[in-house]
Structure formats: structure tokens, C-alpha cells
């Protein structure tokens, strides 16, 4: 029985490789995008928080020879802390090239802003944002068109903030899981 089911995942897994080989090619495009959670350490002057994000990030991309993509995307972030909230909107271009059969590297930048609004006392202000990512990840395909794509992403943002209540300068540095789901067509 052992035997049988080593055969058969040994089988499943020799079709999702070899489905992986044929369907990233020149002129293919993907369609998808990722939700991540996040554990982040911000610094303000001296001041540190550390708060919990919640990120979802659709994005497009075409494949320009059979191992590289230009990607196109937004993302759209909720965060609360100790303060308060915050919720934000970026767009981000970037690349993506597959290293080995389902291994891919990527990297993005993303250009945004952040509105936060702080409990006590009461203010709100937006904050401009920039943002560099990298990370790498694998696509496992479910049939010939469709992946889920577990990936390790390592981010810096950094903000500027002149508004009414207070004016700062600063940045996140984050490192977190995610998943995402694509479409190969």
C-alpha cells in the first residue's frame, strides 16, 4: 500500500513539473495577485511600534522570452496600531524571472501614499510612500493554466509625512509570507 501511494504522488508531482515546463513561454500573460499578512517593526525618531498588516495586491504581467515577465500592480493596505489605523493605495511596477521550472525571483517598486488617522487626539493625515521589494517563490500548477504561488518577500517603505498634525520622515522594514494565486493564459 505504501508502495502504491509513493507511486502516485511520485506520478502527480512528474505531471505538475512537466505541465510547469509548458506553460511559462514568450507572449504568455498572468493575471492574479496575493494577500499577505505581516508582522512589522516601525521607527519613528526613537519611538519603535510593532503592528500586524493585512495586504492585498492583484497585479498583470507579460512574458517577454520564456523565463522573464514585466508586471504591473496595486496594492491595497490596512494596518491597525496602538494610535490608531491606517489604510494606503500603490501602484507597482516590477519583474519577475523564473529561476528553475517553478522557482521564481521578483522585484518591485511601489509608489503610493498612506492616509493614518491617530485616536488620541484626533487627527488624520496622508502620508507619501515608496516602496522596494524583492522576493522568490514557487508556483505549483493545478492544471495547465492555473498556479498557487507561496513566496518570501522581504520589503522597505519609506514615508514622508507633511501634514497638519505632525511632520516626519521614516521607514518599515518587513519580511513575510504570502500567497498568491495566477493565471497563465
Known amino acids: 500500500m505504501r508502495n502504491l501511494i509513493f507511486l502516485f504522488v511520485l506520478v502527480c508531482t512528474t505531471s505538475v513539473i512537466q505541465a510547469q515546463n509548458e506553460n511559462i513561454s514568450k507572449g504568455t500573460w498572468m493575471a492574479g495577485g496575493s494577500v499577505s499578512f505581516s508582522n512589522t517593526t516601525q521607527t519613528l525618531g526613537n519611538n519603535s511600534t510593532t503592528n500586524t498588516n493585512f495586504t492585498l495586491e492583484p497585479q498583470a504581467g507579460y512574458f517577454f522570452s520564456s523565463r522573464f515577465a514585466l508586471t504591473f500592480g496595486t496594492s491595497f493596505s490596512t494596518s491597525t496600531f496602538a494610535a490608531g489605523r491606517s489604510s494606503g493605495f500603490s501602484i507597482q511596477p516590477g519583474a519577475r524571472f523564473y529561476l528553475h521550472k517553478g522557482f521564481f525571483a521578483s522585484a518591485q517598486v511601489g509608489i503610493g501614499h498612506v492616509k493614518t ?12 510612500i515608496i516602496s522596494f521589494e524583492g522576493g522568490t517563490g514557487y508556483s505549483i500548477f493545478l492544471n495547465k493554466y492555473v498556479a498557487i504561488e507561496p513566496a518570501l518577500v522581504y520589503r522597505v517603505t519609506n514615508f514622508d509625512q507633511n501634514g497638519t498634525s505632525s511632520s516626519f520622515t521614516g521607514s518599515n522594514r518587513e519580511f513575510n509570507f504570502s500567497v498568491g494565486f495566477r493565471i497563465f493564459l
Request: a negative charge.
Open 117 to 128: 488617522s491617530i485616536t488620541d487626539p484626533a487627527s488624520s493625515d496622508y502620508i507619501n
